[in-house]
T-cell receptor, first 114, second 114 residues
Framework: QKEVEQNSGPLSVPEGAIASLNCTYS??????FFWYRQYSGKSPELIMF????GDKEDGRFTAQLNKASQYVSLLIRDSQPSDSATYLC??????????????FGIGTKLQVIP | EAQVTQNPRYLITVTGKKLTVTCSQN?????MSWYRQDPGLGLRQIYY???????DKGDVPEGYKVSRKEKRNFPLILESPSPNQTSLYFC?????????????FGSGTRLTVV
């Protein structure tokens, strides 16, 4: 069973629409949740993190966390063609022996259609 | 500029020929990690280091070695590369394991073993 699940996509949305990217995780002790953006041929780049239930907004991006449902999502408002990329969900687990494992999902490819 | 520097960016080698991929960060980060990224499998952790002289295995350590003699450097060593180690490799660093501290990734090394 995969620890962090994402739909690989592609998810296609028209320019200006809201893109909704979803991620579920299996470890109930997980403490921090991250979204990375990865353009084709480039390295992942951190865009959001969240650790409390509810919403966290940063510009056009909103991260949502529901620990009871073990679900984290990323909303991108007013999607632009430059948002076309793969979005990786990453989950940081409980501290064990001084170490917190970070597990990545396979990523969802987002295509914003002009 | 704060960054993680990996070298080389591209490498083609033959089976069994030892190689080293270098990684250096200039942010005084404690935590460093190596990942490989393969289609359909996402990012998988190879090794990590919590500080100088402290390293441990990740999810896919077979065929790899690492060392952390200085805080800024974390080289990845393939003693006898095989074709199944053909992949895209990323080095990443983080200030600490505290909540909200995500990774800064290097630009990646695309390795082909023939």
């Amino acid at each position: 069973q995969k620890e962090v699940e994402q739909n690989s996509g592609p998810l296609s949305v028209p320019e200006g629409a809201i893109a909704s990217l979803n991620c579920t995780y299996s470890d109930r002790g997980s403490q921090s949740f991250f979204w990375y953006r990865q353009y084709s041929g480039k390295s992942p780049e951190l865009i959001m993190f969240i650790y409390s239930n509810g919403d966290k907004e940063d510009g056009r991006f909103t991260a949502q966390l529901n620990k009871a449902s073990q679900y984290v999502s990323l909303l991108i408002r007013d999607s632009q063609p430059s948002d076309s990329a793969t979005y990786l969900c990453a989950v940081k687990g409980e501290r064990s022996g001084g170490y917190q494992k970070v597990t990545f999902g396979i990523g969802t490819k987002l295509q914003v259609i002009p | 500029e704060a960054q993680v520097t990996q070298n080389p960016r591209y490498l083609i080698t033959v089976t069994g020929k030892k190689l080293t991929v270098t990684c250096s960060q200039n942010m005084n980060h404690e935590y460093m990690s190596w990942y490989r990224q393969d289609p359909g499998l996402g990012l998988r952790q190879i090794y990590y280091s919590m500080n100088v002289e402290v390293t441990d295995k990740g999810d896919v350590p077979e065929g790899y070695k690492v060392s952390r003699k200085e805080k800024r450097n974390f080289p990845l060593i393939l003693e006898s590369p095989s074709p199944n180690q053909t992949s895209l490799y990323f080095c990443a660093s983080s200030l600490s394991l505290k909540q909200g501290n995500g990774y800064t990734f290097g630009s990646g090394t695309r390795l082909t073993v023939v």
